[in-house]
C-alpha cells in the first residue's frame, strides 16, 4: 500500500509539471471563441468559421498538445489535423461534463521535422480548440567573464603546514616557471618560498606581461614554523605585492639559481 501511495504521488507530481510547462498558442484565423475555466487554468477556446479551417504556426515546434470542449452533446466527435499533404482523423473522448460543456481529452501531435503549418478542420460547429506546446528550456548563456586568476604553468603542487594549517603552493625550478594570468582587474600578492641545499643564495625574477619586474634574492635563514613533505630546510618567506592591475595580467616567476622555489598567488579582496 505505502508503495501504491508514493507511486500514485509521483504521477501526480509528474503530471503537474506537465501542466505547469505547457503554453498557450494562437491560431492564425480564429473565428468564435469561448472562455473554459479548469484546474489547469482559465483559456479561450475558439472554433473556426464556418466551412473553414484554423491555422497554426508551428515552426520550431516538436508536439502540440490539443485540448478541446464541445457546447453540446455530439455522436462520434472528430478532429482532422493536416500537416501540408499529410492529413490524420483524431477521435475526440470525453473526459467530463461539467458546467454544460463537455470537455475531451487532450490530444498529442506529433509535428512533421520541418513543418510550419498546421491546420485544423472540424465540421461540428459545436466544439472549440485550443492548441498548447511545452516551450524549449531556456538555457542560461555562458559568462563570458574569465575567472580572477588562472594558473597557466608549473612544475607540481605542494602542500606547505604551518600551525597545523596547510596551504597549496605551486612549485618552479631552473626549467620549469611558474605562470600565471589576473583577469577583470583584480590584485594580488605572492607568497615564495625556496628550499635550501648548500650556501648559495636562491635567486628568482619576476616578469609582468614578458617584461622583467624585479629579482629576488632569499637569504640562508631557515624557517622553523613552516614545513613541507620531502624539503629538509626551507627559507623564509618573501611577500611580493604585484604592481596594480587593470584588466589582464600576465606573470612569471623564473628560478636564476638552481634550487627549487614553491609560489602561492592569493587575490585580494576588492575595494
Given amino acids: ?64 498538445y490539443l485540448r478541446s470542449f464541445s457546447v453540446a452533446k455530439v455522436h462520434k466527435p472528430k478532429v482532422i489535423i493536416i500537416f501540408g499533404k499529410d492529413k490524420k482523423t483524431y477521435d475526440l473522448t470525453l473526459k467530463e461534463q461539467k458546467d454544460g460543456f463537455y470537455i475531451y481529452d487532450e490530444i498529442t501531435i506529433p509535428v512533421p521535422e520541418g513543418a510550419k503549418k498546421m491546420e485544423l478542420l472540424c465540421y ?68 615564495v618560498r625556496a628550499r635550501l641545499h648548500d650556501n648559495t643564495l636562491p635567486i628568482f625574477e619576476l616578469y609582468r606581461n614578458g617584461e622583467l619586474v624585479d629579482s629576488y634574492e632569499f637569504s640562508l635563514q631557515r624557517s622553523t614554523k613552516y614545513k613541507a613533505p620531502g624539503v629538509n630546510y626551507l627559507s623564509i618567506g618573501k611577500k611580493i605585492d604585484l604592481p596594480p592591475n ?26
Fill in 1 to 64: 500500500m505505502l508503495k501504491r501511495f508514493f507511486v500514485t504521488i509521483a504521477i501526480v507530481l509528474g503530471i503537474t509539471i506537465i501542466i505547469a510547462k505547457v503554453q498557450p498558442l494562437d491560431f492564425e484565423n480564429p473565428g468564435n471563441r469561448r472562455l473554459l475555466k479548469t484546474e489547469e487554468g482559465n483559456y479561450w477556446y475558439y472554433r473556426s468559421q464556418p466551412e473553414k479551417s484554423m491555422f497554426l504556426n508551428v515552426e520550431g515546434i516538436s508536439t502540440i
Fill in 124 to 191: 461540428e460547429r459545436s466544439i472549440y480548440f485550443r492548441p498548447f506546446y511545452t516551450p524549449a528550456p531556456k538555457t542560461k548563456p555562458k559568462s563570458s567573464k574569465p575567472p580572477n586568476l588562472v594558473v597557466k604553468a608549473h612544475g607540481g603542487i605542494i602542500n606547505i603546514s604551518h600551525n597545523g594549517t596547510e596551504s597549496q603552493y605551486y612549485t618552479f625550478n631552473s626549467s620549469q616557471s611558474f605562470k600565471f594570468t589576473l583577469n577583470n582587474g583584480r590584485n594580488a600578492i605572492v607568497y
Fill in 246 to 271: 587593470s584588466g589582464t595580467t600576465e606573470y612569471e616567476l623564473r628560478a636564476k639559481s638552481d634550487h627549487m622555489f614553491f609560489a602561492r598567488p592569493v587575490l585580494l579582496k576588492q575595494n
